[in-house]
């Protein structure tokens, strides 16, 4: 499974705090842990970013691929900072995952932007209004993202559907309901849709030592139904060994003694 | 799920000496933390001993449900051992589980014993030959066991079907093999039949350290598969915690923040 390592954002005071002083070192760290501990992109969530987008989400890119030799994931709805982080991307090192468009017209220009950089994009599946009831539900509004995609010219196998994971703690029932749109995804194209989540989603509101218990044993039942990636904490030993052990199971990785070294 | 308490067995040192001894008290103990953990059953494993079973039997059965009000799961392919335990069981606790018969002709009277007693029945899916190469295999092994039992009179609904467990280290195709004979085997029936492992099974010959992750792991892969049941260790808090996490995500158990406690 491929880990976008969610550390870097603006919801982390030590983070926050880092990006207002333009400090690299605590953001370098955090990227060079989470790309040690094995994520494939570095998730680069800057927020809203309304003053100063441009610059702050550049000098993120530069000071993280400074460090480690990653692909990022560029999460934020300011589509001009999203625009300035894909002009300094290195894509010597993976083509940049831009986070997110939906079917929210507000996002459509997220779309356009990833077909121009040619890069990845991820396509949460909800609307302007209400939340997706179920899974058909999501594959509906999915649908009519891959059509907007195929008239931007965005190759299908550049897209992650993200079928949205809600807090189980308050709606219980959407955990099947989104492992079930993981599967049905799959089934919207063939070579079959890549899907993501953002795993940690699925634990908010919970007592805190819970958290890592729900996320990783929900990631087994997600990886089973097929799911390609998550942004998801790379420094959580216990959901990576969780992860890894599930890709033993899967056959994915071939078992030996030191699979969790791997 | 049900767990059937796996750590009262003659392979324990402390279980074995207490066996010989007939001292009660190792025993007890085990019992009592295994059924405050969270065990429905308590498995009585005293390996096939040939010298006195029936005597040995009879002791721990008595000894165990002084002490739990559970009903036991007997453990042995001494069949008048299991007739002695039979005799003596307190089924106000529940009815015994006899564990097991198979599609070995050795087998075949530990199936009439569970139909004269009125106990439940492990039926494993293994012939007298070799292990079976895949789930359509355990399934027609299934179905002659079946067939069996009906002639016994013995209930579907007192059948659980055990696709034998094997360990990952050495044949790790297998353990999707195994999942797969879960699904398969409740189609065997309507109202699906019953279902079994011995969990730990699949982490024989791994590192110690690693065994209880790897259990866990593939319990979520098994419940999600349909499993009812699990012969496995309730004081393993990680796996009860896991197994209970999964339980919510199969909506079986409602979310609340103390439902581990539960």
Redesign the interface.
């Given at each position: 499974m491929i880990i976008i390592g969610e550390k870097i954002s603006v919801i982390a005071k030590k983070v926050r705090e880092a990006m207002e002083a333009r400090d690299p070192k605590p953001i370098q760290d955090l990227a060079l842990a989470q790309w040690k501990a094995g994520a494939y992109f570095i998730d680069v969530n800057i927020g809203p970013a309304e003053d100063n987008g441009e610059d702050l989400m550049k000098w993120m890119c530069e000071s993280i691929q400074e460090v480690v030799q990653a692909p990022l994931c560029l999460d934020t709805t300011n589509v001009s900072a999203l625009r300035a982080g894909l002009e300094v991307h290195n894509n010597e090192w993976g083509r940049a995952l831009v986070n997110s468009t939906s079917n929210d017209p507000e996002r459509f220009p997220i779309l356009d932007l990833a077909a121009e950089f040619n890069a990845e994009l991820i396509a949460l599946t909800v609307g302007k209004g209400g939340l997706p009831a179920d899974a058909e539900e999501r594959c509906g509004i999915a649908a009519e993202i891959m059509a907007r995609a195929m008239e931007a010219g965005l190759p299908m196998e550049d897209i992650y559907l993200d079928p949205l994971i809600l807090q189980?703690?308050t709606t219980?029932?959407q955990?099947?309901h989104s492992?079930k749109a993981i599967e049905m995804f799959q089934e919207l194209n063939d070579p079959p849709m890549k899907t993501v989540v953002g795993l940690s989603n699925i634990s908010n509101g919970?007592?805190k030592n819970?958290r890592s218990?729900?996320d990783r044993?929900?990631a087994?039942?997600l990886m089973?139904a097929g799911l390609t990636s998550a942004i998801a904490n790379p420094l959580d030993k216990e959901m990576m060994?969780?992860i890894k052990?599930?890709e033993?199971?899967?056959?994915k990785t071939?078992?030996a003694?030191s699979y969790?070294e791997m």
């Open positions: 189980v703690c219980q029932d955990a099947m492992i919970v007592p819970m218990l729900i044993t929900y087994v039942l089973n060994d969780t052990t599930t033993v199971f899967m056959n071939l078992y003694d969790l």
